[in-house]
């Protein structure tokens, strides 16, 4: 054995360990989702499944009407990651196409937002939102996220290596800027697209803080909210379970679109990084 062979298989087994270690606790979630409250206490735990899994889904689903927090998450996080994209595309167009005045200046005004933390946004935030009598509705739980720093940037560096003679060429065929952005480097572009949509989907289903803030009514809430409104009182132990349950569902959206986008995500950020 070849110390090159020797050096990929060390390589290799810390891998597999780290997989192992980072996929435990999901591993875990599904099997604790899946026996009853007497089993999910059992020392040591269970690490084989049960069969009370679509029991506690029921239990789950009459509780805090899980139906209706999903499709409250779904609905924000594809809006959301949409406009994003289709902002993002149009900004970083007009930053790498056009010349105006301040664009240097603009361009690191949206850099700087990168840098404030949320507590130091969510209270003009929601000052904002009050003022447009959109508390406790789906304008204040999509709007504040429609504009993207992170797909500017990813879309600009983009852009930027296209090379100068592709506008050209296509406005000596007589394709406006539009007509150029549409049926150029839209297509082009596919890839990190995609990388933006899972990443924005990811990011818009985990919100809890911001949904918490401005949601007053169940109808309003998240699958994140549901899943803490699972959780019993401090005196009561919590039916894990049931918690978990919940949880696998909440998991399954993130998981199919990453899954359907892998290849697509893979090679955005790929590119990205190879810039």
């Known amino acids: 054995m070849t110390r090159k062979t020797r050096h990929e298989i060390f390589i290799h087994a810390i891998l597999i360990l780290l997989v192992i270690i980072l996929a435990f606790p999901v591993f875990f979630a599904l099997v604790t989702s899946t ?6 206490y059992q020392y040591p735990p269970k690490l084989l499944p049960g069969n009370q899994f679509m029991n506690n889904l029921k239990e789950a689903w009459e509780r805090v009407n899980i139906g209706r927090l999903f499709f409250n998450s779904t609905l924000i ?29 603009l361009f690191s005004m949206c850099m700087i937002t990168q840098m404030l933390p949320l507590p130091v946004r969510i209270i003009p935030t929601y000052q ?65 697209i995609a990388a933006l949509f899972v990443i924005e989907f990811i990011f818009m289903w985990s919100q809890y803080l911001w949904p918490l803030i401005v949601t007053t009514t169940s109808e309003m809430r998240v699958i994140q909210i549901g899943i803490k409104m ?46």
């Open 35 to 40: 026996l009853s409250l007497q089993e999910s």
């Open 77 to 105: 996080s594809v809006v959301v990651a949409i406009v994003k994209t289709i902002l993002a595309l149009l900004a970083a167009f007009a930053y790498t196409h056009f010349k105006f005045r301040g664009q240097g200046l």
């Open 128 to 192: 904002l939102m009050a003022s447009f009598n959109w508390i406790n509705s789906y304008y204040a739980l999509m709007v504040p996220f429609f504009a993207s720093t992170t797909g500017l940037l990813l879309f600009r560096q983009f852009y930027m290596t296209v090379p100068a003679d592709l506008p050209d060429a296509a406005r000596v065929d007589g394709a406006g800027p539009m007509r150029y952005f549409w049926q150029i480097l839209i297509p082009i572009s596919k890839t990190n």
């Open 230 to 275: 699972l959780l019993a009182s401090e005196q009561i132990a919590p039916e894990w379970n049931i918690i978990m349950a919940a949880t696998v569902i909440a998991m399954l959206p993130p998981l199919i679109v990453l899954l359907v986008l892998r290849k697509s995500f893979v090679e955005g950020i790929a590119m990205q990084t190879a810039k």
